[in-house]
């Protein structure tokens, strides 16, 4: 299976985009890692695509500009990329290929992992159960995140979903337990990049996170490499080192068009909007590495960031992405129109695995009643908004009425955050309570008697 | 799949069998690889490499196990992810097995030009190179069926989950542990007796009756028929026409079980689904497309109906969706009592999960392993349920694989033959006379899930003229927490006349009756709602107010169903004709009173929560609560008159 190891090739026959054609080669495997050396010295990295008979496609990560068909040397590793894992992660910062960016020395570990993975067995996974706080209301109350999930944030130009997936970096916790935080950016802005690197200083320090940064200058390529060593280490922090490790990946737009360009390159048959049409295969081999394994401690969550071009919830990325998770954050242009971080639209959104993690012996026992509750509470606001733009405030019932002032309270006193105000549960649920008991006790109907009584004000009850 | 390699012991014992595995050039594979065509086995096609059953004493389990090296074997010619191509002696078939490399990856022939063969592998192909070597089967990719299969978990060629490690990497599961687990059976064929295929030669005893076949392309006289026992499933039952019958057996995934003939559907599957038993029924072998966008509830509804549906046994096909919901789906069949037999719902149910980030070749191969599995169990006289979640993977599979063969692509990148693939596979279900003359089916339910909720993109618009039901899930009712989410307006059962037709004979007329009722009281419902958004309710003349009432009250108490609520999940027939017999006495009366004189105002005016919760205060199987809310109901009415 080695036998390309060692031998270098210099046959470069092509050079087309981010493709290599070696001839020549022989004994070399399909998804070998390569090492390529130009001859004006430097050296970059490359995974082979295909390989028919003695020609060898490799896709080099860092481009192939400046590369020439004489001096290009190209040697085959025999193996698929393999990267040391390890705790000696923790508190570094990274370029998008793994290399240090915070100048310390080269990342060693213990022990190498291949950086595709291999597919959880589905009947030695344990069915997530248990909350991971993220300190943000809107999210732990509304859109519960629970360990082992994959739950994406649906963003679009202009929103500030970056402050959301850095806040959540920052504050998310599992109850004291082991925790750590990989983030993997892709094509970030140098400010973005920037941004990112301070706003987690804290959990750096504290050697609680990773950090992966491709900036939208490095190669495109790279990032299709980045996500992969982030789930890489984290799987291996989660399942052998026993930690709950939530895994950040921005923006995965900018993922998706890097694989849509070599696959352009390679001139395959396009599928919607000319991404591959593996794009959902290759996106369920990122997001499926979260979970949990039975007889394991350690979890990983993930936690996907993606812009919806021309906020289109239909564009392909998007799509693909609302089929393979477990649910989906969805950030609103009109909820941020109005000034309120995080601009988060109650009713898209939705935790798909909320109901196994919330509840008494999970989060709190009024936690699922009153999700549902206001969820249902804020339908109707939105009903009675639409009818009130039709036919006037006048003509509404002194119910509809309450439904409208029910919306405001819920954007004032609950949605509306500081970006690095970190809530607990309960302040949370309490502000949930607040914005409920807005309404009449008749209109709460899918709340039990009891926890009314227990959370209804006096005020209330004298109604 | 299996390779049937490891030379048998026992071979000598029997019938000098006419190899028809032309392959291989070594001899001594060749000589271990008699796959014994029986010479009266004039009922199936010429093919050759058919008949499945192996002769070995010990049938070889799920692996990738078989012979060792050998000089000119095909070699590997050209890797690109799943595509792999290969020298190929000219004695290979269409569809026969490879293994691919010193791994032993399997993969099948997918297409054969000049000396060289594309094979589609079933495995990652990481580190698989030019020069490796191959090996031709000589036999198409085929799957073990067993007693075994109930109760199991398997991956897309049905090699069974619970014995591979945490994380599956392509190293095989350990061989040797062959199951070790025994059936009762009990003989019903005579000794000596001419049998045909499909004749039953004994019982075989699990939570679910099961028989011991004659299989398809036998026949002659039975002889060494076992005596009454424990036997373990590859054990020798019978032998009939000098071939050895186990309750294992091999059958290749791509070609349908035979069956005397396809009969007309007219028997009701009842699946507890209100939404579905009500307005959109299914006979059992009857096809359906469940089509939804994302968040639209597809997995839960059907997973509803895998737990409920009153099926011999279900067939669970996870094909490219997510592991999480399997793990949950698993954990949950084990844990629920089926309310009929009384065991654990996992013991009438295989599920085959190929998560989304299991290698992709075999999520194609999975819906052709779960339609086999279903046909193996629907030969013993028995109902099953095909459930396959999602075909659009599946669909997407079979595009991608196009895609690097470079075939010219059609409808959105798909593949040309994407309609003829997709009827192929729900022809698989239907009501047969099974060759031993029982009754048994297939009924196939396969969610679609269209990109962008895009209903006119390909995999629906051709699954939509292929398919008898269509439960259309709809994005608005799921946005309003409607669950589950069936479209009254756009899904459709061409099964409802003749089911209607059996109701009728089996004394029930008004089953018909009651399903126009609820489908125009809904329509008018949906109709008026259009104008009410543009002129308010207050301007509608009092019956159609009333009519926009009646539809609420439909919707929350008659078709919305909670899947999480002990009382709700299930509904029997007679709740569900219950529910819908209150609200519509409940609503006849409201169209009297406002008729009356009495003000539409008033009569909306009445609380109807206790009908509206009837369906969570009664049992699933419960009438008297319902009566007793519409009791209450008409009395307030008659209050407020």
Not at chain 1, 320 to 335: A, C, K, P, R, W
Not at chain 1, 404 to 422: A, C, I, N, S
Not at chain 2, 9 to 25: F, K, R, S, W
Request: charged share 20%; glycine share 10%; hydrophobic share 40%.
């Amino acid at each position: 299976m080695t036998g390309g190891a060692g031998i270098e090739y210099t046959g470069v026959r092509d050079l087309r985009g981010p493709l290599l054609f070696v001839e020549g080669v022989s004994g070399v495997g399909w998804d070998e890692f390569a090492t390529i050396a130009l001859d004006s010295g430097g050296r970059r990295h490359g995974l082979v695509l295909e390989v028919d008979r003695d020609v060898a496609v490799v896709q080099v990560l860092q481009g192939t500009s400046g590369m020439n068909r004489s001096g290009t040397r190209v040697v085959f590793s025999g193996t698929p990329l393999r990267i040391p894992v390890g705790t000696g992660w923790l508190g570094r910062v990274c370029d998008g290929r793994g290399e240090p960016a915070d100048g310390g020395p080269p990342v060693l570990g213990g022990s190498y992992a291949d950086v595709g993975g291999a597919p959880i067995n589905p009947v030695r996974r344990e069915p997530p159960n248990e909350a991971v706080l993220t300190g943000v209301t809107a999210v732990d109350v509304l859109t519960t995140l629970v360990r082992g999930q994959k739950l994406p944030v649906f963003s679009a130009a202009g929103l500030p979903h970056l402050e959301l997936a850095v806040q959540i970096a920052a504050q998310a916790t599992c109850a004291g337990e082991p925790f750590a935080v990989v983030f993997a950016g892709m094509g970030l802005t140098h400010t973005d990049a920037a941004f990112v690197r301070d706003g987690l200083a804290a959990r750096s320090a504290a050697r609680e996170l990773v950090l992966f940064l491709n900036t939208a200058d490095d190669p495109v390529i790279e990032r299709l490499l980045t996500p992969r060593l982030a789930l890489t280490v984290a799987e291996h922090l989660a399942f052998a080192v026993g930690r709950h490790v939530l895994v950040v990946m921005t923006d995965m737009t900018a993922y998706s068009e890097a694989l849509r360009e070599v696959s352009a390159a390679r001139g395959e048959i396009p599928a919607r909007r000319a991404y591959p049409g593996y794009l959902y295969s290759d996106l369920a081999s990122l997001y499926e590495r979260c979970g949990r394994i039975r007889g394991r401690p350690g979890s990983v969550t993930v936690l996907p960031v993606l812009t919806m071009p021309a906020g289109d919830i239909t564009h392909p990325v998007p799509d693909l992405t609302g089929y393979i998770t477990e649910g989906q954050i969805v950030l609103s242009g009109d909820v941020q129109a109005a000034g309120t971080y995080p601009p988060v639209d109650p009713l898209a959104s939705l935790s798909r695995l909320m109901r196994k993690g919330t509840g008494a012996g999970r989060t709190r026992a009024d936690h699922p009643a009153v999700a549902a509750q206001l969820i249902a509470a804020l339908a109707r606001s939105r009903q009675v908004r639409e009818l009130a733009d039709l036919i006037g405030r006048s003509a509404l019932s002194p119910t509809d009425l309450r439904h409208l002032d029910l919306e405001d309270v819920f954007r004032h006193r609950f949605l509306e955050q500081g970006t690095t105000e970190d809530r607990s549960l309960g302040d949370s649920l309490d502000r949930a309570w607040e914005v409920l008991l807005t309404l009449q006790r008749s209109q709460l109907g899918m709340l039990p008697a009891d926890l009314l009584d227990a959370h209804a004000s006096p005020r209330e009850t004298a109604r | 799949m299996t390779t049937p390699g490891n030379p048998a012991p026992d071979e000598d014992t029997l019938a000098p069998a006419a190899h028809d595995n032309p392959a291989p050039d070594e001899s001594t594979l060749a000589q271990a690889r008699h796959d014994n065509p029986a010479p009266d086995e004039d009922t199936l096609p010429p093919a050759a490499h058919d008949n499945p059953a192996p002769h070995e004493s010990t049938l070889p389990r799920p692996g990738y196990g078989g012979p060792g090296d050998g000089a000119d074997r095909p070699r590997v010619l050209r890797v690109a992810g799943p595509l792999v191509e290969i020298t190929c002696p000219s004695t290979a078939a269409m569809h026969d097995l490879v293994v691919l490399g010193a791994a032993r990856l399997p993969g099948e022939v997918v297409a054969i030009h000049g000396d060289a063969a594309t094979v589609q592998a079933y495995e990652y192909t990481g580190a698989l190179a030019p020069g490796h070597p191959a090996e031709l089967q000589g036999h198409p990719l085929s799957v073990r069926l067993a007693p075994d299969l109930l109760g199991g978990v398997f991956d897309g060629l049905l090699r069974p989950l619970h014995r591979a490690g945490d994380l599956l990497t392509a190293v095989e599961p350990s061989a040797g542990d062959v199951d070790r687990r025994t059936w009762v059976f009990t003989p019903r064929a005579a000794e000596g007796t001419e049998v045909a295929a499909g004749d039953v030669l004994g019982e075989i005893g699990a939570r679910v009756p099961l028989r011991l076949l004659v299989p398809p392309g036998r026949s002659g006289r039975a002889t060494g028929v076992a005596a009454a026992g424990e036997y373990r499933a590859d054990a020798v039952l019978a032998v009939v026409g000098g071939e050895a019958v186990r309750m294992a057996q091999l059958w290749p995934v791509r070609r349908p079980r035979p069956v005397a003939r396809r009969l007309p559907g007219d028997v009701p599957l009842t699946t507890g689904q209100r939404a579905v038993d009500l307005l959109f029924p299914v006979a059992r072998g009857s096809t359906v497309a469940v089509p939804g966008g994302f968040g639209t509830g597809k997995t839960m509804l059907l997973q509803q109906i895998a737990k409920w549906c009153d099926a011999d046994v279900i067939v669970y096909v996870g094909c490219g969706e997510r592991g999480n919901e399997m793990a949950d789906v698993i954990e949950e069949l084990a844990e629920l009592t089926d309310p009929r037999s009384g065991g654990r719902l996992a013991e009438r149910t295989v599920t085959i999960a190929n998560t989304s980030n299991m290698p992709m070749m075999a999520r194609e191969a999975s819906v052709h392993t779960g339609a086999t599995v279903a046909e193996y169990f629907r030969d013993m006289g028995l109902d099953v349920v095909l459930i396959a979640d999602s075909t659009s993977r599946w669909a997407e599979a079979l595009r991608e694989f196009a895609s690097r063969m470079g075939e010219l692509p059609a409808e959105e990148g798909y593949p040309a033959g994407l309609a003829s693939r997709l009827a192929a596979f729900y022809e698989r279900g239907a009501a047969v006379r099974t060759l031993g003359g029982a009754s048994g089916s297939v009924t196939v339910i396969g969610a679609v899930s269209p990109p962008g909720g895009d209903r006119t993109e390909p995999v629906t618009a051709h699954t939509e003229r292929f398919v008898r039901c269509l439960w259309s899930l709809d994005r608005d009712l799921a946005y309003a927490r409607h669950y589950p989410a069936v479209s009254w307006s756009e899904s459709f059962s061409r099964d409802a006349p003749a089911l209607a037709a059996a109701y009728a004979r089996a004394g029930e007329p008004e089953w018909a009756e009651r399903r126009g009722r609820v489908a125009r009281q809904l329509a008018e419902a949906d109709r008026l709602a259009d104008l009410v958004e543009l002129v308010g309710i207050t301007a509608l003349p009092p019956r159609e107010r009333i009519s926009v009432l009646a539809g609420r009250l439909l919707r929350e108490a008659v078709i919305q169903q909670s899947a999480l609520s002990p009382a709700d999940a299930y509904s029997a027939p007679e709740k569900t004709a219950a529910l819908v017999e209150a609200v519509v006495t409940v609503v006849d009366r409201c169209l009297e009173l406002v008729d009356s004189g009495v003000e539409a105002e008033a009569v909306e005016a009445v609380d109807f929560t206790p009908l509206l919760r009837a369906r969570e205060t009664a049992g699933p199987a419960e009438t008297a609560p319902v009566v007793a809310a519409r009791d209450t109901v008409l009395a307030r009415l008659a209050e407020a008159a």
